[in-house]
């Protein structure tokens, strides 16, 4: 299945420095598969969301998918 | 009043400990009286400062069910053993006093440089009782202290107030905190401003301030304690000057605010009054926004390399004084997105006004979206508002709210008294629009994506706080305490609360240290830096039971003013899902932020029916004397 997925900031360079692409993963793969593909660092910490709503790595994917990643926000003053 | 202390000779005396100065100023200001106490060192190890001086001083003297705003509130002000220290993060203190606002527990921390020169001029805190007749001034240094008149200062902006003041003081860098307008007319969230820029923001200190006609505290000080091991803080300084581009480049580069998009697209970004989160020009109100367009430099905190405060300057169609510095992300998003506005010269102006009046902009900035959606609902019309179209998105009807609550002027004098009162006097169903625990506005981070944070918001003693909280979006483990499995976002069983339990102790460290939440330090570097300044043969354990003190404390000062187990809430806004967007399928549950506080409250060794600490609690804090003022 075809999937597109967009990166947003410093996550971008898991997509070689581009802004969106075009995936093929396989039917029945998840979040968790996509971030293997691109090669997450287990330290780091992304946020997900698919057809914008919030999502997690345990979300499964389909045909089509818009998928967005970015960093978490945290606090501030 | 004039106090002159003759132990104070601006050198260190041989005897003097490390880290602090063994001396807290107490003021009457309806005796016109000053003085100064020396607390024993088990005090101040027992305590720190901050947060946990600020509830010591407030169980022992304040009588339950007292007036926030009359002379019976003592007003503190607590740096801690750390503040003025040399090394980054120590430039804060904390403000507390019953706050207006809440009726609660009222504690406030800021930054600048303030703190620091309290410390360097001979005391560990200021503890205010009474009420002046006319208005007054206090004037410390080098361990003096005077009650000065301050009636021509009354109803001055902040900037020319601190100008008169250092004229009159003949200290031409004299550090000043201080209330405007909105501090003298006692607006419920009028805050305290240290040097012109920043904000003791939260839950009306400035109002309490502002009841004891007090202006300002300006303070001179060339002295200051000695530290027990000077080169280990500096080793420390280095280290983070070797890494500051890998821990704070961002904020080095940007300060707070540099992630807009990113909040739009998870749907915390706080949209028309909490309601929606569409808000496709999120980037034109961003801190890179301002970097292009308005940023004129970036200034720094006592001692701090990471120079995150903005400071910015507009000429037309606003004219933005840079004296006053530039907006924090809270106040972006609360005059931006949260009233629908994405006019950056707009936002910068209004929070130019808030420090010249001295406001909170958190909660003024949710006081005015509160208002537009009464608006937009016809509960407030043309004839309430003065003829102003008080729809969401008006940048100049926004603008002129911050005016007239500041003055206390038409429509501002109810506004001013917060969300909460505010909807109950409008009645016709405008509670539900208030978005606000205990009485304090909800900052600009939303529940419905973390919900860690939203137990926080319930059972905090300030209310509604997002510092020192659990930001679940970017906390999910903590294996260095033990929680080594991340805990998922969306989770808000057991787990997630030992998370928050865990994440908010430590946090909480920093208010009674005090130490800045912008700086990267780890938990052993705390430790560090609480040896090399003290001098202390000191431990995380021992670090974090100061901190889990202050917390019981705290929330004994709410139980003993009768708050109970149902005051521990979220506001209805946040149990219904965003209108669109991220987050518009999800909302928090009730029954499980009911299941998680009963968990909290089990956690923290607390009943469960008010969620009081116990008497054992207590006695393992090593502070039976609380479980006597609550009659266990």
Known sequence: MKIHVKAYGILQRHLRNKKEVELCLEQGSTIATLFHKLKKPKSEMWMVSVNGKIANENTILNDGDSISIFEPVGGGK | MLLRNSTFNGLVNARMPFGYNKQILRVNLSRNTVRIERPSRFFYRRYFGGRAIIAYYLLKELRPGIDPLGPRNTLIFAPGVVTGAPIPGSGRNSVGAKSPLTGAYGEAEVGGFWGAELKHAGFDGIVIAGRAKLPVYLWVHDGEAEIRDAQRLWGLDIGDSQEIIRKEVGERLART???????????????????????AGRVGMGAVMGSKKLKAIAIRGHGGPEMAHPEKLKELTRWLLDNLEQKAGRMHKYGTGAMMTEGTLSGNLPTRNFRDS????????????IKERVRIRMESCYFCPIRCKKVVQVKKPYAVNPLY??????????????????DLKAICKAHELCQRYTLDTISTGCTIAFAMECFENKLLTKKDTDGIDLTFGNPEAMLQMVEMIAKREGIGDLLAEGTMRAAEKIGKGAEKFAVHVKGEEVPMHDPRLKRGLGLGYAVKPTGAEHMNNLHDTWTRDLPSFGIIRRVPLEDFGPRKVRLYVYKV????IKNCLLLCDFVPWNENQIVEIVRAVTGWNSNLWEIMKVSERSINMARAFNIREGFTRKDDWLPDRFFHPQTSGPLS???????????????????????QKKGAPTRAKLEELDIPWVADELNL
Request: with cysteine; aromatic share 10%; net charge negative.
């Open chain 2, 325 to 342: 510095g530039g907006p924090e992300y809270e106040t972006l998003a609360a005059f931006g997105s949260n009233c629908g506005i994405d």
């Open chain 2, 585 to 607: 399928d999800t909302a928090v549950d009730p029954r499980k932020l009911e299941n998680a506080k009963s968990t909290y409250y089990g956690m923290m060794g607390w009943d």
């Open chain 2, 177 to 199: 905190a201080q209330i405007g307008k909105a501090g003298e007319r006692m607006v419920r969230f009028a805050c305290i401003i240290n040097d012109l820029k920043h904000a």
């Open chain 2, 505 to 508: 102790i430590y946090e909480i």
């Open chain 2, 278 to 289: 569409e808000f496709p020009s999120s980037k034109a109100i961003s801190a890179q926004t």
